[in-house]
């Protein structure tokens, strides 16, 4: 077999990550495990996006690496400089309409993603069900019977004693009606984001050996109350009126609270891409 | 040095695979591989594309030369164990596969069937995950039998997943596509 001159990793990586991703459309929303390769960065840091990234892209792709909504941040940076040398003929975009492929760390980009594009998840915790069981056979069993019960009690200690489910990101949501995920710490702004998507969502878990996805067009559900429905985070100010951005002035975007010296706060969309892209790329050359 | 041709070359398998990846996400949708085929049938890109030593592979109606058979590396494995089936589409299936566990859905199988052609024939109507409304997928030279089967073979999230090939084009009808009966 001719080695992979192209992507970094083996044939045999490669084709177990690949039979992995098939298994994981199929079977929307159920972790795939799979034997999560050595990487030139620290598990943690990433590397189970990276591997999906390194199996799919072919070059002409061009690719975006997010961390939070930035560009520019080091894990970012890092990744995409890797990505890069590691495949020939793949470039490196910031534009979100531009890209082919899209790696994200925490968010979901806001401009509505398009039909022929990827999405590609580092995923620190797969899991839902760890936060309620920390023994993985036992959330195996609670995943094939579809015993979500113990996630529901949690979710439901949370309403009693704050009124709401106090979880800000990775907030769990059912698949197809059946397997429940951890989206990876999405804000619950973007989770509404992967209902009935046009793209496919591919997660991957490097440090813990985990792949999972959730097809285009299929039924993403936060899990939620009848009497205490999902919501997203409102960004309201003291008056109750939505906060903009104070550089471009949007109102329906996801928010950063940057604390100023001397007190106050300055509030600024999180997705630096939006940003630009409504102010007319003022930095473009 | 060794010259390797399509489909056994790796820069032809990514973009099978990547083909194969939109389609499977997408059933229904018939993705052209020619250029990555080397004049060989298509299903046997696809294998070259997903199998190695790691895997189990069973050429249920012979369909393969022994060479091409030994070049996929993979462990043969009778039909109702192997992760890798390659079938005649025009011939009922005369086994059960392999469809996973409750614990383990990911193994059960995924059936290439080597079908006359993509695109005409006989159209199923198809819903499910991947599929915005509704989607339709003729595929010519198909025993009505598999899809029979499937429906006894497929109970969410346990199942077999489908790639249907022609000469040079692949389409994908995983387990949690609904299959909604012939149409005019």
Redesign the interface.
């Known amino acids: 077999?001719?080695?992979?001159?192209?992507?970094f990793l083996d044939?045999?990586a490669?084709?177990?990550i690949?039979?992995?991703?098939?298994?994981?459309?199929?079977?929307?929303g159920?972790q795939?495990?799979y034997a999560s390769r050595e990487m030139p960065i620290a598990r943690g840091f990433g590397t189970g996006g990276l591997q999906l990234s390194l199996s799919?892209?072919?070059?002409g792709d061009r690719i975006k690496v997010i961390d939070q909504g930035a560009d520019d941040s080091v894990n970012a940076v890092n990744l995409r400089r890797f990505i890069v040398a590691a495949c020939p003929g793949v470039q490196p975009v910031t534009r979100t309409a531009e890209a082919t492929v899209i790696q994200t760390r925490h968010r979901i980009p806001e401009r509505p993603l398009m039909p022929g594009q990827l999405m590609i998840y580092q995923v620190p915790y797969p899991d839902p069900l760890q936060i309620v069981e920390p023994r993985e056979a036992e959330r195996?069993?609670m995943h094939?019977?579809g015993d979500y019960a113990r996630l529901w009690v949690k979710l439901y200690e949370d309403v009693v004693r704050f009124r709401e489910v106090a979880l800000s990101n990775r907030y769990p949501a059912r698949v197809?009606g059946?397997?429940i995920i951890d989206p990876s710490p999405i804000p619950r702004w973007d989770l509404p984001k992967l209902h009935r998507s046009a793209v496919?969502h591919l997660f991957g878990a490097g440090r813990e050996k985990k792949i999972y996805a959730v097809?285009?067009?299929?039924?993403v559900e936060p899990l939620a109350f009848a009497d205490v429905p999902f919501e997203v985070e409102r960004f309201r100010d003291e008056q109750g009126r939505r906060r903009r951005c104070a550089r471009c002035q949007a109102d329906d975007t996801y928010l950063d609270q940057i604390p100023l010296p001397g007190g106050g706060s300055r509030w600024q969309c999180n997705d630096q891409d939006a940003c630009d892209e409504r102010l007319g790329y003022p930095d473009a050359r | 040095m060794i010259a390797?041709d399509h489909p056994?070359?790796?820069?032809g398998q990514?973009?099978v695979?990547?083909r194969?990846?939109?389609a499977?996400?997408?059933p229904g949708s018939v993705a052209d591989i020619a250029p990555w085929c080397g004049g060989a049938h298509a299903s046997l890109a696809v294998l070259a594309?997903?199998?190695?030593?790691?895997?189990s592979f069973c050429d249920a109606d012979q369909l393969l030369s022994p060479t091409d058979r030994s070049r996929l590396?993979a462990r043969p494995a009778p039909a109702g164990e192997a992760?890798f089936i390659l079938a005649d589409a025009a011939r009922p299936p005369a086994w059960v596969p392999e469809r996973g566990?409750?614990?383990a859905?990911?193994r059960?199988a995924?059936i290439v069937l080597r079908c006359q052609s993509l695109g005409e024939g006989a159209v199923v109507a198809l819903r499910g995950?991947?599929?915005?409304e509704r989607a339709a997928l003729a595929v010519s030279g198909l025993h009505p039998a598999w899809w029979t089967a499937r429906a006894c073979w497929c109970a969410?999230?346990l199942?077999v997943?489908f790639v249907f090939c022609d000469a040079t084009r692949l389409a994908c009808v995983?387990?949690?596509t609904t299959v909604g009966g012939e149409e005019s």
């Open positions: 077999m001719a080695a992979d001159d192209f992507g044939a045999y490669v084709r177990e690949r039979r992995a991703l098939l298994k994981a459309l199929a079977v929307p159920y795939v495990p799919v892209l072919l070059p195996r069993r094939a019977e197809h059946r397997y496919p097809p285009p067009h299929t039924a | 390797i056994w070359r790796s820069d990514r973009q695979f990547r194969l990846l939109a499977w996400a997408e594309c997903l199998c190695d030593a790691a895997t590396a992760a566990s409750l614990l859905p990911e059960g995924t995950p991947g599929i915005a969410y999230p199942g997943d995983p387990r949690t």
